[in-house]
């Protein structure tokens, strides 16, 4: 079982920039791929981001690509999400996701790949 809570959301201006945190609970953290979604209103959650447990290779979503940064931390439990040139576009609730199987070979894109969830924080980007 991995709990997992996200900080690091609040109002910032187009253009500007953001870090989010997820922190995970549990001893076997580093065995799980993560992953960022992101969800506005009156829209479908849509990936954003993922790293993969064994080799950490990441995954990105076109519309972030160049601008978006995951990294993650296995002695602090915890994953990242750097997020620069901000758009208004960008305004959404932000899902950390942990996927337990350590064998899938891609980071997973699909919200069906994830066991785990966070509450999600929210990102404001004002023009």
């Known amino acids: 079982q991995v709990q997992l809570v996200e900080s690091g959301g609040g109002l910032v201006q187009a253009g500007g920039s953001l870090r989010l945190s997820c922190a995970a609970s549990?001893?076997?953290?580093?065995?799980?791929?993560m992953a960022w979604f992101r969800q506005a209103p009156g829209k479908e959650r849509e990936f954003v981001t993922a790293i993969r447990a064994r080799t950490g290779n990441t995954a990105y979503a076109n519309s972030v690509k160049g601008r978006f940064s995951i990294s993650r931390d296995n002695a602090k439990n915890t994953v990242y999400l750097q997020m620069n040139s901000l758009k208004p576009e960008d305004s959404a609730v932000y899902y950390c996701?942990?996927?337990?199987?350590?064998?899938?070979?891609?980071?997973?894109?699909?919200?069906?790949?994830?066991?785990?969830w966070g509450q999600g924080t929210q990102v404001t980007v004002s023009s």
């Open positions: 996701a942990a996927d337990s199987n350590y064998y899938r070979p891609y980071p997973g894109r699909e919200a069906d790949d994830y066991d785990y």
């Open positions: 549990g001893r076997t953290f580093s065995s799980y791929s």
